[in-house]
C-alpha cells in the first residue's frame, strides 16, 4: 500500500496570497494536486492542513482524502511532514510526499516513482527513498518507504527530510521522468504569472 501527503498548511508568505487557493484553469492548487494523487497509484490521500484550514477543507470537501489539520504548521514543513507520516495507514509500504505549490505534478510523474519503487520490493534497503530527476536536477515530489517512520518522527525540525535523505544516501534511487514539472514550484508572483502562462 502507498499513502500520499499533500503538504497544504503554510502560509504562503513570499506569495503574498495563500497559494493552496490560487486557481489554475478551473481549479485551485490544492485541487489539482489532490485530483492528480487521486488519479494515480497511491492508495490513500492525505492532505496536511493549517493556515486557514477550513477553506482548504472547502475546497476537497467532495473527494475521497483524509484531512489531517497540523496545529504547529507555523513551526515549518517539517511538523506537516510529521503529521501526514503519523496518519498514514499502519499497512502502508511508503508515502509519496507532495508539495502543494506543484500542482502540474500529473499522475505519471507520482506513478512513475511507484514504480521504481515497487521495481526495488525485493531489496527495500536498496530504495527507501526515490526522487525524480529531469536533466541532473533533482525534484520533487519524493516517495520515502515507512521503515523510515520512526527516523521521519523524530527529524530535527529545522534540518527536516533533508537530515532523513542524508542519512540514507546509499539507498536513494533516482528516477528520470520526462517532466520539468519535478522542478517547478511557485513561492512568489513572478512564479505564478509564469505557470499561468504555461
Known amino acids: 500500500m502507498i499513502a500520499a501527503i499533500l503538504l497544504a498548511a503554510g502560509e504562503s508568505r513570499r506569495m503574498g496570497d495563500f ?52 496545529a504547529e504548521y507555523k513551526s515549518g514543513m517539517a511538523t506537516s511532514i510529521k503529521s501526514g507520516v503519523r496518519y498514514a495507514s499502519d499497512r502502508a509500504d511508503a508515502c509519496v510526499i507532495s508539495l502543494v505549490d506543484q500542482p502540474r505534478i500529473d499522475t505519471a510523474v507520482v506513478d512513475c516513482l511507484i514504480r521504481a519503487y515497487k521495481d526495488g520490493a525485493s531489496d527495500r534497503n536498496n530504495s527507501l527513498i526515490v526522487l525524480p530527476t529531469y536533466g541532473d536536477k533533482t525534484g520533487h515530489p519524493i516517495l520515502v518507504d515507512l521503515l523510515l517512520r520512526e527516523e521521519i518522527l523524530a527529524m530535527d525540525p529545522e534540518s527536516g527530510l533533508r537530515q532523513v535523505v542524508q542519512a540514507h544516501s ?14 517547478e514550484d511557485c513561492d512568489v508572483p513572478e512564479d505564478y504569472e509564469r505557470l499561468l502562462k504555461q
Open 19 to 70: 497559494k493552496q487557493l490560487l486557481r489554475l484553469g478551473d481549479k485551485t492548487f490544492v485541487e489539482h494536486c489532490v485530483d492528480n494523487l487521486l488519479a494515480s497509484a497511491v492508495d490513500q490521500v492525505i492532505v496536511v492542513t493549517g493556515h486557514r484550514e477550513a477553506e482548504v477543507r472547502r475546497a476537497v470537501a467532495n473527494r475521497p482524502v483524509d484531512i489531517v489539520h497540523n
Open 170 to 183: 546509499g539507498a536513494i534511487k533516482r528516477v528520470p521522468v520526462s517532466s520539468m514539472s519535478v522542478l
